[in-house]
């Protein structure tokens, strides 16, 4: 199973809730996984319940079976002032540079550089290990930028590594798409059963691919349960409007007098039973697609009450039911 776990997705997908119960789901029996957010939202505290990330890692969740959950915020600035010790030994030098303003600048403008760091700091907590000689996690889940951004934010170091060809910049550069491009990482991308977002999905699968990148797998998220199958929607398709206000009345609905409540509700029923037919359709259409990409996909179902924390432990416990040999 692939150590650094690379989660994507169109906005409005549910990435990051994706990326945090895949988390909870891997750090089973023992296990610890760090939940790595890049995109400075705090969206992973908001899941939690706990407040903001600070540039630490922190535990904030136990699993099932007794696993750790911890957590970081990486701070672009930050990283940098690390990596400005950790190859240069340039830490007093480096906070000063922060305190002249230098370091927010080279993360805004210098072009690439801020996911340089932000892709750095994750490898380098997939390679870490403690004295015993042992990974600090066992894995890394990462929160990471939406599809349309993924490929060229994986892929920065190999343009920094051709551009520093000798050097700790292209030694390091190098050790991350060592990383990126081996077995090590899996990039699974999320979707809905909607036409954008799976268009968008293999688009980015197709840029992966590309960029040789490992792919992992699809995530389908918010499935809403299914009410009708194939048979119901043909049988509501040619049901006459008056057998649909008999049974209504017969099911104590209104009486069966015209104009009566029975009647009156036959229309919204069978507006609402094309709607479903319309959006079961098309779910069966984008499913098709999905299907043709040729990768496993899973699907996490809508939860009704909302997203919160009993919501996410659901959803770990959904992906712990299904393959995760990922």
């Not at 007794?66 to 002032?81: F, H, R």
């Not at 000063?96 to 700091?121: Q, S, Y």
Request: proline share 5%; glycine share 10%; net charge neutral.
């Amino acid at each position: 199973m692939s150590r650094l776990q690379v989660v994507s997705g169109k906005g409005g997908t549910g990435k990051t809730t994706v990326a945090a119960a895949l988390a909870l789901a891997l750090a089973t029996e023992g296990k610890r996984a760090l939940l790595v957010e890049v995109e400075g939202r705090q969206g992973i505290a908001q899941l939690f319940e706990t407040q903001a990330l600070p540039y630490e890692e922190r535990k904030i969740a136990v699993a099932p079976g007794g696993g750790e959950v911890y957590a970081l915020a990486i701070d672009p600035e930050l990283a940098l002032l690390d990596y400005l010790q950790m190859f240069y030994k340039m830490g007093g030098a480096g906070r000063a540079l922060k305190k002249l303003g230098a370091i927010d600048f080279a993360t805004t403008i210098a072009p690439g550089l801020r996911d340089v760091l932000l892709t750095g700091k994750a490898c380098e907590a997939v390679r870490r290990k403690d004295k015993a000689g042992r990974f600090v996690y066992d894995y890394v889940v990462m929160d990471a930028p939406p599809t349309g951004r993924i490929t060229r934010f994986l892929n920065v170091n190999d343009e920094v590594a051709g551009l520093a060809r000798i050097g700790p910049i292209h030694n390091q550069a190098q050790a991350v798409m060592r990383v990126l491009k081996s077995p090590e990482t899996a990039v699974h991308l999320v979707t809905l059963l909607e036409e954008m977002p799976v268009q968008e999905t293999a688009d980015g699968i197709a840029e992966l691919r590309a960029a040789r990148l490992p792919v992992g797998r699809v995530i389908v998220n918010m499935m809403r349960p299914e009410v009708l199958d194939a048979a119901d929607l043909e049988l509501v398709r040619g049901v006459p409007r008056a057998a649909v206000a008999k049974s209504l009345s017969a099911a104590g609905l209104g009486g069966a007098r015209r104009g009566g409540l029975a009647e009156r509700l036959v229309d919204p029923l069978l507006g609402q039973a094309e709607e479903y037919a319309e959006r079961h359709a098309l779910e069966r259409e984008q499913r098709a697609v999905l299907a043709d990409l040729g990768l496993p996909v899973h699907e996490l179902p809508l939860l009704a009450e909302g997203m919160d924390l009993a919501g996410l432990y659901a959803l770990a416990r959904e992906l712990r039911e299904q393959d995760l040999s990922w």
